[in-house]
């Protein structure tokens, strides 16, 4: 059986009467949520020079200090090849040193500069600005509620076991 939709004023047929509507469907909520939210940091970051994942890495390593790659991509949430190609082009705007690790010389440490923390420090206002906008455009308590369930959701298990 099919059910009917609407298309642009038009009726559909909407072929799988069983999957969620994509309106109700958490990964592209989460996709369109992402958007919304990361439309105005990009502008704010195309003026600056930096993009997404550059920003990513600079605020993790503001926040927490010297951090080795892998525990970096960790917190950013990227892959480690692509957090070496990151980290290459942030040493190259001296915005991140990295050296050998005092212990183990076989790993390394990296470590946000004067150059970075000035970049991020010019930006706080700014960054500062659209968190308040989405705070009260969606409302305090349902921003730290969100917040709170995205975090918890982080937690789980996949189904995987990983």
Known sequence: MLRRGAFRGKECAMTNPHAPETNRSLPIALLRAREKVMGPIRAMLADVGVTEQQWRVLRVLDERGPLDPTEIAD????????????LQTLEG????????????????????????QTLIADNLKESQRLNAWL???FGSEKLDALLDLLNEL???DRPDGR
């Open 154 to 156: 982080d937690q789980l």
């Open 93 to 116: 705007k001296a915005l991140v040193s990295r050296a050998a690790h005092p212990t183990d010389r076989r790993k390394q440490v990296v470590t946000i500069t004067e150059d970075g």
């Open 135 to 137: 705070r009260d455009s």
């Open 75 to 86: 917190r950013s949430c990227l892959l480690l090849p692509s957090l070496t190609r990151i």
